[in-house]
């Protein structure tokens, strides 16, 4: 069940199943206020580095303890720090008062002329350099993280491969494939060959882009690309040192490593899936969710929709710059925020 406060998600008209859900904002995206993030540069090996658009809390008076966390929000494949969805969300988290970095990955978005190479859902070395340098600028805070798509997948993997690091003190994902082998077959599915051609022209594009240059080898493969697996094949995989693009889904799929859910290094964690979803299958989200209800220890929670779509979440009460899954993430968040200051204050009158 959603927290408290917040209504179980009923999608509004016209947006109706699991396709308009995910091409609502394709066919009528909003109109949002000038972005006025101010730009970061974060270290990574080398020359290299990421950027960062820092957004500042709108309404931090009415909420100082939220002013008191820095949430960063990682954009899903061929996206970016200027992508509808991710400003969305983060101006509803701003106007709740938090402080938010849109980060953007290895040779994404704006940041794509400042590191060479491009990102992968296990792009682990980069996070493990990012990571620490939002700490030092969290200065004490919490620091609080949203995936959208694989951006989610992103954030789990960097996770999972520091297990002697608390990197973050909580984590959402949403519409996250947690098993790349399936997610992979359900996108080269030939109904979703439209769905697929957006991304994979911005992936195709971004690569060219490399300031580092292409390899020949690289070019001639890019010009018979087709799907977004043949080009993990011919990118992503031997980039990022995976023998093959079966190699690459295999080692990159979180769900096995999930399911080992006594794993202390997890922060409290949130999935969120809808079952509708036409480009991540379901399936991983529920054998995860079969197993967090057997064992309610678990520092995971899984919240599943009947309807949603791939990152949709347009549903009957939406304000103007808010989708449903934005204001579930506040609201998990917030709840996370006001339940560790409880204690914090509880745990001070008791000494």
Known sequence: MPPVGLLPFRPRLPWLGGDLQTLRDTLRPVTLPAD?????????????????FLDAPLLLQACPQHGEALVVV?????GGSDRLGVRRLA????????EVLRLNLRGAGPGRHLARGTYAASCNRDLLDVLPQLRERAAGRPLLAVGLSLGGTVLLNALLSSPQQRWLDALVCVSSPLDLVASSRQIGRWRNRLYERWPLQRLVRDTLADPAGVLAQERQALQRVRSIRDFDAAITAPRWSHASVDDYYRAASVLPRLLELLRPELPPTLVLHALDDPWVPAAAAL???QAVAALPQTPLQVQLTATG?????????DGPLCSWSDALVLHWLTAGLDAAASLSTAAQHNT
Request: glycine share 24%.
């Open 36 to 52: 006025r993030g101010q730009p970061l540069l974060l270290r990574l090996q080398g020359d290299d580095h990421l950027l960062g």
């Open 74 to 78: 990682v954009h899903g494949l061929g």
């Open 91 to 98: 101006l509803t988290l701003q106007r709740a008062g938090f």
């Open 287 to 289: 054998q995860l969710a």
């Open 309 to 317: 779509g791939h990152n949709g979440f347009h549903g009957l009460g």
